[in-house]
T-cell receptor, first 111, second 110 residues
Framework: QKEVEQNSGPLSVPEGAIASLNCTYS??????FFWYRQYSGKSPELIMS????GDKEDGRFTAQLNKASQYVSLLIRDSQPSDSATYLCAVNIRNGQNFVFGPGTRLSVLP | DGGITQSPKYLFRKEGQNVTLSCEQNLNHDAMYWYRQDPGQGLRLIYY???????QKGDIAEGYSVSREKKESFPLTVTSAQKNPTAFYLC?????????FGPGTRLTVT
């Protein structure tokens, strides 16, 4: 079983809709969870970090963490064409400096 | 400005040549990493270093070498032993909590 799993997509949503991106992880002792956005040809950019169960909101982005279900998600409200990118989920295993990345989900927001 | 710089942005080499990719950070992070990304693929860890003068192999270290003589610098050498070196190379650094990436170097070997 892969350590961090994501649907590869592409996930297509219309402009203005809510995009929902999902990620599951296998190591129960994982402490920290991250979402990165990567535009085509560019490097990943950290957009959200979440460390405790529940929701964390930052502008149009909401990260949701459920450690019991080993599940973390990213919601993007009022999706814009500029949100079209690949979104990488990452997990910090055992609160060290060991980051494990999922394969990414490609999001396409249609005007 | 604090950040991670990688140079050059694009690099072209002939097969059989070694090439060194530069990575510098001024974030005062202890840990630094090198990843490789192929088109349409995820990130694969090449090497990482948690402290000066120490580094560990990642998942795909064969054909690569690194050094960590200074906290700020973590250069990656792609040797002629690397069978498929053409890729996008990403350097990252982290504190205990978050990891940040440099802009990347796109290496093409012909």
């Amino acid at each position: 079983q892969k350590e961090v799993e994501q649907n590869s997509g592409p996930l297509s949503v219309p402009e203005g809709a809510i995009a929902s991106l999902n990620c599951t992880y296998s190591d129960r002792v994982s402490q920290s969870f991250f979402w990165y956005r990567q535009y085509s040809g560019k490097s990943p950019e950290l957009i959200m970090s979440i460390y405790s169960n529940g929701d964390k909101e930052d502008g149009r982005f909401t990260a949701q963490l459920n450690k019991a279900s080993q599940y973390v998600s990213l919601l993007i409200r009022d999706s814009q064409p500029s949100d079209s990118a690949t979104y990488l989920c990452a997990v910090n295993i055992r609160n060290g400096q060991n980051f494990v990345f999922g394969p990414g989900t490609r999001l396409s927001v249609l005007p | 400005d604090g950040g991670i710089t990688q140079s050059p942005k694009y690099l072209f080499r002939k097969e059989g040549q070694n090439v060194t990719l530069s990575c510098e950070q001024n974030l005062n992070h202890d840990a630094m990493y090198w990843y490789r990304q192929d088109p349409g693929q995820g990130l694969r860890l090449i090497y990482y270093s948690q402290i000066v003068n120490d580094f560990q192999k990642g998942d795909i270290a064969e054909g690569y070498s690194v050094s960590r003589e200074k906290k700020e610098s973590f250069p990656l050498t792609v040797t002629s032993a690397q069978k498929n070196p053409t890729a996008f190379y990403l350097c990252a650094s982290s504190d205990l909590y978050e990891q940040y990436f440099g802009p990347g170097t796109r290496l093409t070997v012909t």
